[in-house]
Every structure is written in structure tokens, then in C-alpha cells.
T-cell receptor, first 114, second 114 residues
Framework: AQSVTQLGSHVSVSEGALVLLRCNYS??????LFWYVQYPNQGLQLLLK??????LVKGINGFEAEFKKSETSFHLTKPSAHMSDAAEYFC????????????FGSGTQLTVLP | KAGVTQTPRYLIKTRGQQVTLSCSPI?????VSWYQQTPGQGLQFLFE???????NKGNFPGRFSGRQFSNSRSEMNVSTLELGDSALYLC?????????????FGPGTRLTVL
């Protein structure tokens, strides 16, 4: 069975500071990995995905993530936080190439301080 | 293209009742997946429909069921509602092929069970 762990249910950063959201996965097969963002009263929006191509993945809004197999990690980073980045972020994984049955982490609420 | 739409957006029911939620996928998408989001359990996969057939199922009791119509619209039904069924129910649509196709999420239906 697959599991996804997000370290830190709440993360606060100052505007302009580095954003680092942590995600570790547990999988017996090479996974496909995703980061989603959810704004209040909205659905999930895909930020970026790893599908066994380049290990450093660039996404929308300046976010990127690096797949590290040796650490079973897929941490999300952004060099400079913006107030509009305040939202909840979910890491997700699947072993299926079709990626329609996702296992999600518990989410990290990002607060950006002025 | 219009996005994934879910109706209704908000719903209040009482214990023991049943409820039907609707999801209209993006035009041309044939796969619809359903997820339950609660503060305690997070995001959990319910089931996926493709071409009117349930293709994958998560670990939920039989009170949770779904179907898909020939136009790819999907409904999910929850019978004999319990307080713990209060949640945001998200659906996601994708093209549905064997290889990876991005899932697009709707805004969700927030169900409150009193």
C-alpha cells in the first residue's frame, strides 16, 4: 500500500522568503508524484507532477520540486513567497501510470506573513 | 473550455437520509473520479468511472455508490447518511486513457449532515 507523509501541517513564511513544503512517500514501485494547491472553497489545482522524466520538476507560479529516490522525498520549493501563495498544499502519489487513483498527504497550510 | 462543474455546491441533510451529488466533466473527458475530503481523514479516493463502468474503488462502505452516464456525467449517492459523512466531495475528470492524463478537479460539493 502506498502512503504519503507531509511534515508540518502549518508552515509560516515571510513574504519574499523561501517556501519549503516537505513530502515523503512510501511505495513499493516507482511512483508518480504530484503537488496540488487548494484555495478556500475551491477544488484542487495541479502545481506540478513527476512522471519518471526529469527529477527536477518545474511547475506553475514559480514552484518546483525535486524527486529524490534515495530519500523517498518530493519536497516543494519556491524561492520567494508571495501573499497569493497562502493556501493549502497537498502532495499526492500513485503507482498507476494513469494516475487516476491518488493517495494524498494530509496537507500543509501555508501562511505568508507581510 | 468549461471546467468541471459540481452541483449542488452546498447541501444540508439529516442523519438517515440519502443524497445524490452530480459532476459534469470537461467536454471530451471520459473518466470521472470522486474524492472525499474531511478534516480528520483528509482526501480519500472513493471511486472512478470510465465509459459508464466503475474501474477503481476505494475503501468505503457500500452506502457510497456512483454511476456514470453515456455523456460522461457522473453521480454519487450516499444512503443512510451518518454525521461522519459531512465532508467536501470533489470530483475530477480526465481523458481517461491508459497513460497519464491530468485530472482536473471541480470546486466540490460541501455536504453537512445534521
Amino acid at each position: 500500500a502506498q502512503s504519503v507523509t507531509q511534515l508540518g501541517s502549518h508552515v509560516s513564511v515571510s513574504e519574499g522568503a523561501l517556501v519549503l513544503l516537505r513530502c515523503n512517500y512510501s511505495s513499493s514501485v516507482p511512483p508518480y508524484l504530484f503537488w496540488y494547491v487548494q484555495y478556500p472553497n475551491q477544488g484542487l489545482q495541479l502545481l506540478l507532477k513527476y512522471t519518471s522524466a526529469a527529477t527536477l520538476v518545474k511547475g506553475i507560479n514559480g514552484f518546483e520540486a525535486e524527486f529524490k529516490k534515495s530519500e523517498t522525498s518530493f519536497h516543494l520549493t519556491k524561492p520567494s513567497a508571495h501573499m497569493s501563495d497562502a493556501a493549502e498544499y497537498f502532495c499526492a502519489a500513485t503507482s498507476s501510470g494513469s494516475a487516476r487513483q491518488l493517495t494524498f498527504g494530509s496537507g500543509t497550510q501555508l501562511t505568508v506573513l507581510p | 473550455k468549461a471546467g468541471v462543474t459540481q452541483t449542488p455546491r452546498y447541501l444540508i441533510k439529516t442523519r438517515g437520509q440519502q443524497v445524490t451529488l452530480s459532476c459534469s466533466p470537461i467536454s471530451g473527458h471520459r473518466s470521472v473520479s470522486w474524492y472525499q475530503q474531511t478534516p480528520g481523514q483528509g482526501l480519500q479516493f472513493l471511486f472512478e468511472y470510465f465509459s459508464e463502468t466503475q474501474r477503481n474503488k476505494g475503501n468505503f462502505p457500500g452506502r457510497f455508490s456512483g454511476r456514470q452516464f453515456s455523456n460522461s456525467r457522473s453521480e454519487m449517492n450516499v444512503s443512510t447518511l451518518e454525521l461522519g459523512d459531512s465532508a467536501l466531495y470533489l470530483c475530477a475528470s480526465s481523458l481517461g486513457g491508459r497513460t497519464y492524463n491530468e485530472q482536473f478537479f471541480g470546486p466540490g460539493t460541501r455536504l453537512t449532515v445534521l
